[in-house]
């Protein structure tokens, strides 16, 4: 989600603790309540520990994206590096790693995988240090098999590091960009504030994961070892290594019958500039109805291509690389652009749009390593209506895809979109009947995947069996708006501060929601974050009545909510619109919250929800804190909440119905054990 107002300011309370070491040095950095969290013992490695989500995964079976790869976490591996976590803490590496835990390497040391199964091809998050004036370092990863040297990837802090306040900055010596907004390290606006207060730099520092994929020339099997070692003398004072990714990928996609792209002129070196020869390809195919073959290669393109009635073709995202630089426009485009890059993008609504457009098989590679919203620099955009995405790889581009309506009918399927600046994908203005499924998120910085009702509403729209962890800003999935929208069968984990797992928001301008918001079937896990504007807790689902009473038919069936930070369940009205607008008659049913730092349900509006066999346990403050309002009436607060019968472990206790006071603004947090089958 693309923010462009100032945030909005919380009720007042307690500074926060704030202490801060240089991005270049070899201090975790530590800012803001810090939050102990139970994880899993370390592994000898003498066995290989697979995860989904830094968790068993039984505990979420038939949740999130079907995925080609397995994960391992780095702290479960054999490793003569030191395990960092676990802390939710903004600011910290560990909060931004898979299950809030990683391993640090200083050079000499190493980290070592047993495979679970046969690989050929072996994905990398890490983490190292920024350069001291900003803009990053490169540093070698030693890959070693069975004992054997495979290969030197060459990591880089390029694409990651940024900091301050939004839209964010790459200078880590860069004073506040806002001395006018509110800030939570010195509960005060510093531009209002006599003497101005002193603010450390680097301020806020974040976003600092990337990921690298590495084929490595053959099948390894099951219970062979991968070590990945921080060579002597290694540029990287340390490095840290979140997990690994194995997966055996099937050979190249050869299509024989197609408008290859070779025959116009494309480059698979990547040493010239491949843009004309694809629109040449393309041009060739709508005349003669064949699809566009991408072979393998690395291709370098540094625009937009625009695409209309057309099937893209890759020979896979391992083997087809469509990779471009950020280019800087003479002057600005007349939708506010200051730079281009690559990307596919259909012509915009306002001219009819694209239609028909299948673009499959290949990665997307981009140059972004700031965020400037007027920019469109995403991987996938414009508007495309009865058309497909899948199987695509994106990296570095600002939003993977950014869909501008009104469109009907995409289907985005089977997609992996990592390191982003921004959202993975959004659904913005009038897009209608159209599913994103199967998808795997990570490492985004804002919204994973949202639909944002602006000016036209989104309709009939679908996000389900998606995977979205470590938004670094913002939440898994979120809806702002729209009319008869299901989120079914995900998995969100590990967002980080000023959003949650999923999130519905009346908010940004967006078309009030209508008929039906269906939330059916998902599971967060360690989400319920920190909300660093407001100084207090989240939900791993809150929603949000800030711009109009929230008042549709929401229905959260089926959800599980594991290890939340602090509430499972938050219904929160903005302070200065509280006696405004309110939240009602949402309906929760068949809910199972397993371990919540403070409360089941945060009630900080007005309005009413009701809940049937909705069963929690470890839960870690009163089970309702229901503050309303905040006017306190005799009657008892201005949120009521209706027991429908079934809602095991004591947390709604009659006494708490319908709308006792029950109001702690910042209750302290209760750390739950680790989740375990119901």
């Not at 540094?302 to 950020?326: F, P, S």
């Amino acid at each position: 989600m693309f923010r462009t107002i100032m945030p909005a300011r919380g009720r007042p309370g307690r500074p926060a603790a704030t202490t801060a070491a240089l991005a270049t040095g070899l201090t975790l950095l530590v800012i803001g309540p810090a939050v102990a969290v139970a994880g899993p013992p370390a592994s000898s490695g003498a066995a290989p520990v697979v995860t989904r989500a830094a968790l068993d995964p039984a505990l979420v079976a038939g949740r999130g994206a079907d995925v080609d790869f397995v994960e391992q976490e780095a702290e479960n591996a054999r490793t003569t590096g030191e395990i960092i976590g676990p802390d939710r803490s903004a600011y910290t590496l560990p909060a931004e790693a898979s299950g809030r835990r990683a391993v640090r390497l200083t050079p000499g040391e190493y980290v070592e995988f047993v495979l679970p199964s046969a690989t050929n091809a072996i994905t990398v998050r890490y983490s190292i240090p920024d350069a001291p004036q900003g803009g990053g370092i490169t540093a070698p990863l030693r890959v070693a098999a069975n004992g054997k040297h495979v290969r030197t990837m060459t990591l880089t802090s390029q694409y990651s590091w940024l900091y301050n306040q939004y839209p964010f900055s790459n200078d880590p010596r860069a004073g506040l960009l806002h001395p006018d907004w509110w800030i939570t390290e010195c509960q005060c606006v510093p531009s209002a504030t006599t003497p101005f207060p002193s603010i450390s730099t680097p301020f806020r520092p974040t976003h600092f994961y990337d990921e690298q994929r590495l084929l490595l020339g053959r099948t390894y099997r099951a219970g062979d070892k991968i070590r990945l070692t921080a060579p002597p003398g290694s540029a990287a004072a340390w490095t840290v290594i979140d997990l690994l990714d194995s997966e055996l990928v099937a050979p190249p996609r050869i299509r024989l019958l197609a408008a290859n792209v070779l025959a116009f002129g494309a480059d698979p070196t990547g040493r010239r500039d491949s843009a004309d020869a694809l629109d040449r390809a393309i041009a060739f195919a709508r005349r003669t109805h064949l699809k566009v073959y991408i072979p393998p290669g690395t291709y370098q393109v540094n625009r937009h291509i625009i695409v209309d009635d057309v099937t893209i073709e890759g020979a896979g995202n391992w083997y087809t690389i469509i990779k471009g630089r950020e280019v800087a426009l003479p002057t600005p485009a007349p939708d506010g652009s200051v730079h281009t890059g690559v990307g596919f993008y259909g012509r915009d609504a306002a001219d009819g749009g694209s239609r028909n457009v299948h673009l499959s098989g290949f990665t997307i590679a981009g140059d972004v390593r700031e965020r400037i919203d007027t920019d469109q620099v995403n991987a996938v955009g414009g508007a495309m209506s009865d058309s497909t995405i899948d199987g695509l790889y994106v990296q570095h581009t600002k939003a993977g895809l950014w869909f501008d309506g009104p469109m009907r009918n995409v289907r985005v399927t089977n997609n992996i979109i990592v390191d982003q600046i921004a959202d993975a994908l959004n659904f913005h203005t009038g897009v209608t009947d159209s599913v994103v499924a199967h998808n795997f998120v990570r490492n985004t910085g804002d919204d994973g995947l949202a639909m944002w009702s602006e000016k036209t509403a989104n309709a009939r729209n679908t996000f389900d069996h998606n995977t979205v962890q470590s938004p670094t800003l913002a939440n898994g999935i979120a809806i702002y708006g729209g009319t008869d929208t299901t989120v079914s069968h995900n998995l969100i984990a590990d967002p980080v501060r000023e959003g949650s797992g999923i999130h519905a928001g009346s908010r940004f301008g967006a078309e009030p929601f209508t008929g039906h918001l269906r939330i059916t079937n998902n599971t967060t896990a360690r989400a319920g974050t920190y909300e660093l504007n407001w100084n207090i807790g989240l939900g791993a689902i809150w929603i949000f009545a800030l711009d109009r009473s929230i008042d549709a038919s929401i229905q959260v069936t089926g959800d599980a909510y594991l290890d939340s930070t602090y509430n499972a369940i938050m219904l929160v009205s903005d302070w200065p619109v509280k006696d405004l607008y309110s939240i009602n008659n949402v309906q929760f049913r068949d809910i199972r919250v397993d371990g919540t730092g403070t409360s089941v349900v945060s009630a900080r509006s007005a309005g009413s929800a009701s809940f049937a066999n909705v069963d929690a346990r470890n839960v870690g403050a009163v089970g309702v804190n229901n503050c309303g309002s905040f006017h306190f009436t005799p009657a008892g607060s201005e949120f009521t909440l209706t027991d429908l019968g079934g809602n095991d472990g004591g947390w709604l206790a009659p006494w708490l119905l319908p709308n006792t006071i029950t109001c702690d603004d910042r209750p302290p947090v209760s750390p739950p054990p680790p989740p375990a089958q119901w």
